[in-house]
């Protein structure tokens, strides 16, 4: 197939405070003549934006979508086609749990360009604005990141408990808490230290720290709400002792 001049920027924001963007990402939000953007894409980066730019929100969330994703797809392909410089928006980083891979193919299929901008993931950056190192050569030599939401079409489901990184870290599961620290209850401590980062970078996080074996409850005591990242391993330890030193 025959592609096209014409190109869609698929443009990580990274993990929510705007400044963690990348100066790529910027530089095409400033140029966009559309910016296509998620939920979780801070809206401050937005202002950079040219007055005559067209905004389109296509944010997601847990029981409310304001499009689907076939129909997000689709806006793509249609906007793609008017011949102007797209900026598709998502939060994090496009391939990462970010359904950047969906929609590159759908334009692909459609005989349109992309180019992805790669954005920090939230997986590890979230964890170390809490002062959670992900790794540690002393206890931690591996990390898996994992989702907490997976398509009820697929086959095979993730059995969190079968995980042999040192250090998990579950994006979006926030809803299936308590069968993921079910299953992982099955093969670690009840000890095991578990973390969880509500709005992870911005000014609004918040962080709740506990042991496996009472996640449940104090996720539900705290009201944690999306979007939140779980982190289970031994670095969650790592952070009482990073916390009590001065920042530069």
């Not at 392909?77 to 929609?103: C, M, Q, S, W």
């Not at 994992?146 to 599961?173: H, N, R, S």
Request: proline share 5%.
């Amino acid at each position: 197939m025959v592609i096209t001049m014409n190109k869609v920027f698929l443009v990580g924001s990274g993990p929510g405070d705007p400044e963690l963007i990348t100066l790529k990402g910027l530089n095409l939000i400033k140029k966009a003549d559309i910016i296509i953007y998620d939920r979780l894409a801070s809206g401050d980066l937005l202002k950079f934006a040219r007055n005559d730019a067209e905004l389109i929100y296509v944010g997601k969330k847990s029981g409310e979508h304001s499009y689907s994703q076939d129909e997000i797809n689709k806006l793509l392909i249609e906007k793609a086609n008017d011949e102007k410089t797209i900026v598709r928006l998502k939060g994090g980083d496009p391939f990462v749990f970010g359904r950047g891979g969906e929609e590159a193919k759908a334009l692909i299929h459609s005989g349109l360009g992309f180019e992805v901008v790669p954005g920090i993931t939230s997986a590890i950056a979230v964890p170390a604005a809490a002062n959670i190192p992900v790794t540690d050569r002393h206890c931690a030599s591996s990390f898996a990141v994992v989702t907490g939401q997976e398509d009820p079409k697929k086959e095979e489901k993730i059995d969190y408990g079968a995980l042999g990184a040192d250090t998990v870290i579950v994006l979006m599961g926030i809803n299936n808490l308590k069968k993921i620290a079910n299953q992982m209850l099955k093969t670690r401590s009840k000890d095991t230290p578990v973390a969880i980062i509500e709005q992870g970078t911005t000014v609004n996080q918040r962080v709740i720290t506990c042991p496996l074996k009472d996640v449940v409850e104090k996720a539900t005591q705290t009201k944690v709400k999306p979007p939140a990242i779980i982190v289970i391993g031994s670095v969650v330890g790592i952070r009482e002792i990073l916390s009590v030193v001065p920042k530069c």
